[in-house]
Structure formats: C-alpha cells, structure tokens
C-alpha cells in the first residue's frame, strides 16, 4: 500500500515562513508527477503548484515568487517553501502524487493524496 503523509503545517505570523513535507511509503517505484493543493474554509481546493517528469514546475499566479517546490527523488520527498505568507495563504495544504507502484513489472498507475496540514498565517 502506498501512503502519502504531509507534515509542517501550523500557525504563522504574516511574512513568516513555512515548509512542507510530504513523504511516499510503500511500494513505489517512481514518482512520475507532484502536486500540492489548498482549501480554505468555504472555498474549493485549488492548486498551489505542480511538478511533473520531463514539463518541470507550475505555480499558481498567487503564490508564484512566494512559494518554490523541491524534491528529495531517493527519499520520495517533495517539499513546498513557502515565504512571505499572508492571511490569504490560510488553508488545509494537500500533496497529490501519480505514482507507479510495485516491485516488478507490471506496475500499478496509481494517484494518491496525503491526508492534508493546516496552515493558518495570522497575527
């Protein structure tokens, strides 16, 4: 089974710092593509960033210059910087992953999203 788990969310002041970890367990094999998202209270999940294989990294226009992704490929890491947050940077932060799973061919497509952290920016 494959398990994604974020940790590094919490309370932070405005222009403060914060970073994200999200970890893949399990039987992976590889990590074909890394998304992270945010919901805050009352609106819908959108996307903050995402890496894939061979395209590179998009940011959302609202955080780009603000937040950068980064990856640890043999730990299966991926990790999202966020600086100079603001209030509106309030929200339930989740990693998604395209994963292929298995020790041996035929491997397993799979997509998996890690559980969320809670990121509150407020003075």
């Known amino acids: 089974q494959v398990q994604l788990v974020e940790s590094g969310g919490g309370l932070v002041q405005p222009g403060g710092s914060l970073r994200l970890s999200c970890a893949a367990s399990g039987s992976v094999f590889s990590i074909n593509a890394w998304g992270w998202y945010r919901q805050a209270p009352g609106k819908q999940r959108e996307l903050v960033a995402e890496?894939?294989?061979?395209?590179?990294?998009n940011y959302a226009d609202s955080v780009k210059g603000r937040f950068t992704v980064s990856r640890d490929d043999a730990k299966n890491l991926v990790y999202l910087q966020m600086n100079s947050l603001k209030p509106e940077d309030t929200a339930v932060y989740s990693c998604?992953?395209?994963?292929?799973?298995?020790?041996?061919?035929?491997?397993?497509?799979?997509?998996?999203w890690g559980q969320g952290t809670l990121v509150t920016v407020s003075s």
């Open positions: 998604n992953a395209d994963i292929l799973s298995g020790s041996s061919w035929p491997y397993r497509s799979l997509e998996i």
């Open positions: 890496f894939t294989r061979g395209y590179g990294t």
